[in-house]
Antibody, heavy 120, light 107 residues
Framework: QVQLQQSGPGLVKPSQTLSLTCAIS??????????WDWIRQSPSRGLEWLGR?????????NYAVSVKSRISIKPDTSKNQFSLQLNSVTPEDTAVYYC??????????WGQGTLVTVSS | DIQMTQSPSSLSASVGDRVTITCRAS??????LNWYQQKSGKAPKLLIY???SFRSGVPSRFSGSGSGTDFTLTISSLQPEDFATYYC?????????FGPGTNVEIK
């Protein structure tokens, strides 16, 4: 059974960097059949897919156009986890952030969600 | 980005009712369409993938159909545990997008 455990601060100041980590159990971040995603949800924007990292003989990333200039998703193979960094945040980035596994083009496991508030 | 729309945005139904939710993509996405159920305060849960394939453990009263731009999720006989918000999501492009959701409420 795959489990995803998120960690990171719930409050970030405007213009700073939002950083979250997702620890994986029951699968490997280096899996050749899975990808590892970040998704957020807010009342104003609904569910918004942010991006993914995955390994297919080498590491790849895909990012949503809306955040492409500010986002980085990185694997950490030594700890079997992956991370999200979102730079230059504004109050519009306030949301519940989820990490997730996607396999066979659907999201089959989700983390517990982290409410991140952007406020001074 | 491919835009996803859903209708209705909300509906009221009774236990035992047949419920149909529609999802439309702004361009053809073949059968690359997934459906999720979300209950308050919880992460979404995958119900249907690739338009009509069941995820293991999902009750058979849920079914999906469609291809191209138009898709439907049908609940054949609504149960008390089915009151939730339902989202469609396209996985056709490298940048995935979700529909705005359909809230299914108790009548």
């Amino acid at each position: 059974q795959v489990q995803l455990q998120q960690s990171g601060p719930g409050l970030v100041k405007p213009s700073q960097t939002l950083s979250l980590t997702c620890a994986i159990s029951g699968d490997s971040v280096s899996s050749n059949s899975a990808a590892w995603d970040w998704i957020r949800q807010s009342p104003s924007r609904g569910l918004e897919w942010l991006g993914r990292t995955y390994y297919r003989s080498k590491w790849y990333n895909n990012y949503a156009v809306s955040v492409k200039s500010r986002i980085s998703i990185k694997p950490d193979t030594s700890k079997n986890q992956f991370s999200l960094q979102l730079n230059s945040v504004t109050p519009e980035d306030t949301a519940v952030y989820y990490c997730a596994r996607d396999q066979y083009s659907s999201i089959d496991y989700w983390g517990q969600g982290t409410l991140v508030t952007v406020s001074s | 980005d491919i835009q996803m729309t859903q209708s209705p945005s909300s509906l009221s139904a009774s236990v035992g009712d047949r419920v149909t939710i529609t999802c439309r993509a702004s361009q053809s996405i073949s059968s690359s369409l997934n459906w999720y159920q979300q209950k308050s305060g919880k992460a979404p849960k995958l119900l249907i993938y690739a338009s009509s394939s069941f995820r293991s453990g999902v009750p058979s009263r849920f079914s999906g159909s469609g291809s191209g731009t138009d898709f439907t999720l049908t609940i054949s006989s609504l149960q008390p545990e089915d009151f939730a918000t339902y989202y469609c999501q396209q996985s056709y492009s490298n940048s995935w997008t979700f529909g705005p959701g359909t809230n299914v409420e108790i009548k």
